[in-house]
């Protein structure tokens, strides 16, 4: 629950209008297209303080609009079914941050269950270590193991790393 001083500060925020970057536009557009959070939480959360005005907006900005559209469809695409139910399960994770840091600095709660909730928000963060197999000094990735039996009994054993490629940047 926020406190008075706390709602003051979210409601000049949120009266407050902002210019619209590149990056927020695209951001603007995945809100749009995912349907994840109402209308109305869009429109403050970008500026617009009522969903008239987000109307107005995406109404004057044909492009913005146009590429919402193409970003719908690939959302709804029978193919796109993992990446929404990732999505929306990540979405919901960042809403329980907030109780599980409550239940993380509660000195009230045994300390297995703070552990656990401080374990969980570093995992979230990014903050939990190096994977498994970085430790075994493989990069980041699924590990791939080639055994190869020579006569005479013996084996020669490859260990690699398999690591997506990242995205090709093209240009426009």
């Known amino acids: ?7 003051e500060i979210d409601r000049v ?3 407050m209008q902002i210019e619209l970057d590149d990056d927020l536009t695209g951001r603007l557009i995945q809100d749009v297209a995912y349907r994840i959070h109402a209308p109305e939480t869009i429109a403050v959360r970008y500026g617009f303080g009522t969903v008239d005005n987000l109307k107005q907006y995406l109404a004057s900005h044909p492009q913005v609009t146009k590429e919402t559209q193409r970003l ?7 193919g796109s079914l993992e990446a929404r139910a990732r999505l929306k399960a990540g979405f919901a994770s960042e809403n329980l941050v907030p109780q ?3 239940i993380a600095s509660d000195p009230t709660k045994p300390a297995g269950v703070r552990i656990d ?3 969980q928000l570093n995992r979230m963060a990014g903050l939990d270590g190096m994977p498994a197999s ?8 699924t590990q791939f193991n080639l055994t190869i039996n ?8 490859i260990v690699t790393t398999v690591v997506d490629q990242p995205a090709i940047e093209v240009a426009e």
């Open 1 to 7: 629950m926020t406190t008075p001083s706390e709602q």
């Open 13 to 15: 925020v949120s009266a």
């Open 72 to 78: 719908r469809a690939i959302v709804d695409s029978d």
């Open 100 to 102: 599980i840091h409550g």
């Open 117 to 119: 909730a401080f374990k």
């Open 134 to 141: 970085a430790k075994d000094g493989g990069g980041s990735g």
């Open 150 to 157: 020579m006569p005479g009994g013996r084996t020669e054993k």
